[in-house]
């Protein structure tokens, strides 16, 4: 199993990233996809999660009306589109199986940093 988190990067308030999730060795056609967040000193989080087919996403409250999930079957990757970003969105960003009860192997995640 390996789970590739891509696309953070260092960006100033208001801002926007779009993050990757390349998945392989899962059945991630059929498998409930999220990405969660680790703050500095905080415990993972989940952040957004998106079920089998697309069509029922889930939000945090914190992110709801400015993150969006979504996934390409065919190409067994996620995305999380992330628009007006805030400084307390920095965190390290990983995707895994949703719910975390059944996460497998956590990749390195991807470091978002937003500046005020």
């Known amino acids: 199993v390996q789970l590739v988190e891509s696309g953070g990067g260092l960006v100033q308030a208001g801002g926007s990233l779009r993050l990757s999730c390349a998945a392989s060795g899962i059945t991630f056609s059929i498998d409930a996809m999220g990405w969660y967040r680790q703050a500095p000193g905080k415990q993972r989080e989940l952040v957004a999660a998106i079920i089998r087919d697309g069509a029922t996403t889930i939000y945090a409250d914190s992110v709801k009306g400015r993150f969006s999930i979504s996934r390409d079957n065919a190409k067994n990757t996620m995305y999380l589109q992330m628009n007006t970003l805030k400084p307390e969105d920095t965190a390290v960003y990983y995707c895994?199986?949703?719910?975390?009860?059944?996460?497998?192997?956590w990749g390195q995640g991807t470091q978002v940093t937003v500046s005020s």
């Open positions: 895994n199986r949703f719910p975390n009860t059944i996460a497998t192997n």
